[in-house]
Each structure stands twice: as C-alpha cells, then as structure tokens.
C-alpha cells in the first residue's frame, strides 16, 4: 500500500444504505468484505461476503479487486 492511500476519503454509509446499493446489482460488481471474527462469520454473514478479520486486512489487500467499490462490515 502506498502512503497516499491512506489519505484517501472514505465514504461511511448506513446499514439502509448500503441495501439500496447492493440492490439490483450483480455480487459481483462490488466487494462485500466480513471483518469480524471467524466465529461471528459463521453464525450469520450476508450472502457473498468474503470473510477477511479487521486483523487481518493488511495482509489480504491484494484479494480486494481495486477497480471494484467495497463494502465491509
């Protein structure tokens, strides 16, 4: 990752948000990135999530399609 990266602006949406811009759209016309645990990934995920633990985000950035908006939660 490149320092600029980290200055980029990042948008936050709503649960209800971030349903209207998944709706009607192709899974595969966007990330949709699980960042809990393991655990909480196996009890209930959204359909199509990939499950990447916030701890372990840095070493999976190169799985993240860039040209592609993402969604985690």
Do not use: C, W
Not at 15 to 30: I, L
Not at 37 to 48: I, N, R, T, V
Request: aromatic fraction near 8%.
């Amino acid at each position: 990752m490149a320092l600029l990266d980290y200055f980029k602006p990042v948008v936050s949406m709503t649960a209800e948000e971030a349903r209207e811009f998944m709706k009607g759209k192709n899974p595969d016309d966007y990330n949709l990135i699980d960042v809990r645990q393991p655990a909480e990934y196996e009890l209930k995920h959204l359909a199509g999530a990939k499950l990447i633990p916030v701890g372990e985000l840095q070493n999976h950035l190169n799985e993240v399609d860039k040209a592609r908006p993402t969604i985690t939660y």
